[in-house]
Nanobody, 123 residues
Framework: QVQLVESGGGLVQAGGSLRLSCAAS????????MGWFRQAPGKERDFVAA???????YYTDSVKERFTISRDNAKNTLYLQMNSLTPEDTAVYYC?????????????????WGPGTQVTVSS
């Protein structure tokens, strides 16, 4: 059973940057697609970005040009580089993995999840 753990969250001022990491234990990413989601207080969990084993990426419109998803398959680590952060990016960020190869933006298409890491952007 693969377990995921996120790290790198914290408090940052608007316009700043953070880099989130997601490490796997108890298994590997394999050739599965991976993704990042976020959930703001009082809101549903939303898709942020996804990446295939070979590096094809997919972003929600609100983070394009600001966020970059990447993965190191040898290290079983997923990343999310977040630049030009705004208070609207404040949320708990979750790493998720699929049992399939292709990209997906629905959280119902992801099979295992990390516990989340808090990102707070102050104005």
């Amino acid at each position: 059973q693969v377990q995921l753990v996120e790290s790198g969250g914290g408090l940052v001022q608007a316009g700043g940057s953070l880099r989130l990491s997601c490490a796997a234990s108890g298994g590997t990413f394999g050739n599965r697609a991976m993704g990042w989601f976020r959930q703001a207080p009082g809101k549903e969990r939303d898709f942020v970005a996804a990446i295939t084993y070979f590096g094809t990426t997919y972003y929600t419109d609100s983070v394009k040009e600001r966020f970059t998803i990447s993965r190191d398959n040898a290290k079983n680590t997923l990343y999310l580089q977040m630049n030009s952060l705004t208070p609207e990016d404040t949320a708990v960020y979750y790493c998720a993995g699929r049992a399939a190869y292709g990209l997906a933006r629905s959280d119902r298409d992801y099979d295992y999840w990390g516990p989340g890491t808090q990102v707070t952007v102050s104005s």
